[in-house]
């Protein structure tokens, strides 16, 4: 029996999770690779890359799910029901995160007091990373929470652009987001705003256009687009041939070949580099065909893929409050075994706010701001839009 388009997107949802480890690996992992081969260790910390997965991936999905311009009453709904899937898991790991932010301005009197407030106001309004300097000051992975969420708010806008515009036309704007996702890391390499730096090592006190560049949604938007002009393409017809099952393993082979490499510019590869590879992988994990597409999307991995945004909210409180119970000092390297406990048992805490947390509160949500009420008006007619084949 062939596989209902549906069926065969669930091997994204694997690759959410997927990621999300990968993430986490990175900020935490580093005891693991300890001893092991350089080009292992350059795996590792570049995982940072897969945050522009998560955008590419995102934008995919969503206009898979809404191939048409949605109508105002609809906008609303899909405001709504996105808003329910970020802020429950957010707003745990931002009370968690408290304690361990708030000693940043403790003994600081009211000026400290003001600091901890906008930045605790913006971290809850999801505004964070607007301003860079603030972006990482309350839970680390919020930024980029922070980013997403700005997406979710241009989506209906970009999509209804997009939506009206050829394959040809499509395939070019998802060209043109590629080459603007790429011209601000570029600008950088060429400008050199902030001097010589060290932008592979994560640091507190990064220059400010370096923190634009990594931080602010407008540096991020032309991956998050791209995967937009790339979901409608897909609805349009674009897949990869029967042989593409092939591309996801071999394009995600790319991807982590070129971070074991190591040569390429840290901004490029924060930034857009690798979002052709991004690309390859989610259309051939979309025929639901070959080896990886069927494990990512079997249960095991939906579970698992349905908690990848838990995961990666609350990895870091998780590690604090973890070091913390363990009585260990925060600043000293963690071992092997502590990272391997750790990492298992986030994920297992990852599942359980999935189940109990998230699902729950996004009815709720959903149900108290009337987002059930207007699902029903998903988009206007399909008639009432000019779409050129």
Sequence with gaps: MTASPRERLAALTGLRFAAALGILLYHYGAPLTAGAPAWIERVRAGGYAWVGLFYVLSGFVLAWANPEPLAPPARRAFWIARGARLYPAYLLAFGLSAPFALERWAGGGPLGVAKAAVVAGAALLLVQAWAPPIARL?????????????????????????????????????????????????????????GPVDGETLRWDEPLWLEALKFHPLARAGEFACGVA??????????????????????????????????????????????????????????GRGPLARALGSRPAAVLGDASFALYALQEPLWLWSRTLAAADRGAPASAAFVVAYALTAAAIAVLVSRLLERPARRALRAAFGGERMAVARAVPATAVRRPA
Excluded: C, E, K, Q
């Design 138 to 194: 309350w839970n680390t992975p919020g930024w980029s929470t922070s980013v997403v969420a700005a997406f979710y708010a241009a989506f209906p806008f970009l999509a209804a652009r997009l939506a009206r515009l050829s394959r040809r036309g499509l395939a070019a704007a998802a060209l043109g987001a590629w080459a603007a996702a790429l011209a601000l890391p570029l600008a950088y390499l060429a400008l050199r705003p902030d």
């Design 230 to 287: 790339l979901g409608l393409l897909h609805r349009r017809g674009l897949a990869l041939p029967r042989a593409g099952a092939a591309a996801a393993p071999l394009a995600l082979g790319g991807a982590v070949a070129l971070l074991a490499w190591g040569g390429a510019p840290f901004v490029l590869v924060h930034n857009g580099l690798l979002v052709p590879l991004f690309a390859i992988a989610i259309l051939g994990l979309a025929t």
